[in-house]
């Protein structure tokens, strides 16, 4: 089933304001529906006030709203409560806290932790302030752009402290088995598993207890929400163990220059005025997606992914970095002989925006031994046409070189 | 705005073809220069003969504009005293940075005035430039680094 | 001079919609005025994309937009650089990251810091985390709320290796001389000295480079802007000596698994996706800021304090927290046998928003001999007619208590 | 709403003058409630003779509610047994948190009704119940707090 026209697409200011705007760079950031920028609209100018401290009603209803937006996340990714759910600025910032609040407390000399081949930046540098390098363990992929089980058994005698992996990566589109990873982990390991959720959430329903993971961690700009907020999912137990990370206001319960005692989670991790704007905007984003649907959103994304990759097919001297059974609609590729950078200049001369670089995974472009990639990646918003004026576009840059 | 303005015939030809694509050996000067945001990563080495620069070449990688760049920076240098390769290097910043850049004496090299008009390139024709200035300037260490982001 | 009317509410949606609203908890968060809320509006419909790493337009235009707000904000507090202008969650993380990032290398066991009795947690509890109790020195307040010039001269003899000082005092509206503090401390220690300013930005005129603070910290939410955006002022070369906070995306040079290294400030501050929509908020505010004046703010403001100090003289048994003569617009105050939380609750009855607790002060509190205030404070969007209904409201409690 | 609905009568009353307002000494059980957020801060003491409530107290600081509600709650509870103590414990909590809670048998604890139209000071009524609950169940140690917030 080809998209010929989507609705969804009507959703978002954006293309009216730019009609002639094909956006294929969703993996970086989404674009916002109306529904998103209206609910934190009608906030700012109906109901703003600070939470948690006022009296006041105003301040009371924009604390009950928080709440609500805190259980929608939790009913998101079916966590057991929404206290499992901590409000950070995004998936940087949650790894970060992942790192400093727990690993840093339980590692020692002789420990090592787990890593994949295919991770973001985000899930890489954190750890390296932690560990030595020699610490690091890095499970391979395939050429296909797969994990290689093989790799991860093996690297999992180890007994490594912590595993950290991507839930789909941001480059070659695999989605990975992590249920299966993680159950294997599991059976053979102590491992702490975190999960890199960043481009995931927004692609498919998530279910931390089902998957069994210790920690997700998430963004909502990526998610068709704001900037500024995003998740880190912890069991509670978990969370309840680990040291506060920022501290200050609104995570104390005693405050003396002798001794300071901290509160529960989630509030523990949430020092300071939180993002209360940028909550609400996380809440609007996910009653959007739930409203459209997964099932929705997948036949989408996935038809448009079939017309693209069938498109590129006549294309001379065009290859595909991940060939995964189980991808996402991303699609990272070189042309032989173009640099990724002429080809994003002349895409953009055709008002198409897709990325071009290393994509905050240097490691990875060494492993696929290229300096940097092209990436096309979809949104729930692009249409048939799209793809289209990408793959005309993409023709033009081979003809323009030759 | 066509896309002729920034790839020019020439820059196309020298990118498909670019001119001292090389190590000079033994060189006098040389500089590493990096743009980490796309990977354009060049070595441009000097040998500076009696205030002359006796050879000039650079070898890496780089998006078109960038190796274009290297191949008509070093093929305008070559043979040329240090005073007019620092006041062409600063010309030819000015010519790819600033709206009202006089682009006189430049010759070939004016071909990069279209790149102004895509200000995320601008780095990628300045980058081999920026090598050889730290390369020149930084003379006492000869293995330097210059980064543009 | 009585501020009859006031334009400015105008401005303000949150009045246009709550009509019956007497909002007097500015030093909590500050409401949202049009401008601002329109400026993230029309950047999410119209312009958003990410920033940095983009190479079409929408993303170029982005980061252009991105540095001018940064700009902007240099400008605001006038800076030496854009450079020194870090973007960051709010007050709370920027003292987090100069507690981690910097003191953490620079402290030993010997060395002390000194804070003042009137700081707000997010000026103590960070410091906690890194130095011991007994090496956080204290400066008095006296009992009109101002700073003890002798107890903070003969605090400077210990060579502090820091100085954290509020520049306005969120309970008691002090505003610190901190200009002459600091040319003390200058004279007499080596400290690095911090100001905290979340309280003093917007409602005065702040010159970082005239102060001669080292670093200072503030929020955009009590500067008519959004939530989830703050500003770390830096001087340029502490913040180069400075360790990362977070790391990930958009801060590094280059990743291995061996060994990464990192950009120059701000980017080495700001991992992952900025809050860019809340950075178009920020420019927005101060913008707007601008475009009033800190002469017409700083005129409605006394205005209004003064009618609220001469209205209240007639109330019995209220007692007032912080006499200085150098005050911003905030009032503390006790009714004796009248709990703070009864009295907010009864304001609230008549839409009376004010503040009641220890306003994240606790050994204030301690201090001042009270469980925790009520708080009055005043924004530029207040009126005449605000300040009577709360002295009204105030004379209702009074009565009902009785 | 009218406010008389939240500060009844006889909450006023009791506020000013609390009954109860003591450490009972010796006791066998005590409790540390506090609510951080607004500094209530009480101590409830309580001594238990064959399963009997013999005396019980409170002392501290907090709102009118807070401590209208010890006043109320010590004087309602001395002499009963811990059974009909910890269900009354649970219907006045029921009372000012659910919207149909049966108000039977708590008699003069339904002056605290009105709270529930107030969420923001439910932790005030309920500080000095949780304190309660917390020294009777947690019996093994002597000094506990319980903190709401
Ligand atoms: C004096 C002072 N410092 C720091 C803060 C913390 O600011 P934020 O909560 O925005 O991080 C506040 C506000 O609550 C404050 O009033
Ligand atoms: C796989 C992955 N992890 C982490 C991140 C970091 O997310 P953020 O920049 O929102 O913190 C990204 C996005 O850039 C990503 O794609």
Known sequence: MIQKKNNIRDDFPIFKNHPELVYLDSTATTQKPKAVINAMTAFVSDDYATINRGIYSLSYHATQKCLAARKAVQNFINAKSEKEVVFVKGTTEAINIIANSYLNHVITDSDSILLSDMEHHANIVPWQQIVSPNQIKVCNITNSGELDWDDFKKKCQNNPKLISLTHVSNVLGTINPIKELIAYAREHTDAIIVIDGAQAVGHMAVDVQDLDCDFYCFSAHKLYGPTGIGVLYGKYELLDEMTPYQTGGDMIELVSFEQSTFTKPPAKFEAGTPAIMEIMGLHACINYISTIGFKHIQEIEYSLYEQLIN??????????????????????????????????????????AIRVGHHCAQPLMKRLAVPATARISIGCYNTSEDISKCVTALKKVVDFFK | MSLNKLYEQMILEHNKNPRNFKKVDPCTH?????????????????????????????????????????????????????????????????????????????????????????????????LVWRALEDALINTSSNNNTVTTE
Chains 1, 3 share one sequence.
């Open chain 1, 311 to 352: 498109e590129v097919q006549s294309l001379k001297d065009f290859t595909i970095h991940g060939e995964s059974n189980h991808k996402a609609a991303i699609l990272s590729f070189s042309i032989k002989d173009i640099h990724p950078h002429d080809i994003g200049t002349i895409m953009d001369q055709e008002h198409i």
């Open chain 2, 30 to 126: 040389s500089s590493h220069g990096h743009n980490p945001l796309c990977g354009d990563d060049y070595v441009v080495s000097i040998r500076v003969k009696d205030g002359i620069i006796d050879d000039i070449g650079f070898e890496g990688m780089g998006c078109a504009i960038s190796k274009a760049s290297g191949s008509l920076m070093t093929e305008t240098l070559i043979g040329k005293p240090i005073d007019f390769v620092l006041d062409t290097k600063d010309k030819f910043i000015n010519l790819v940075t600033e709206d009202d850049a006089v682009n006189e004496n430049l010759g070939k090299l004016v071909v990069f005035e279209g790149v102004k008009k895509y200000p995320v390139r601008v780095k990628c024709a300045a």
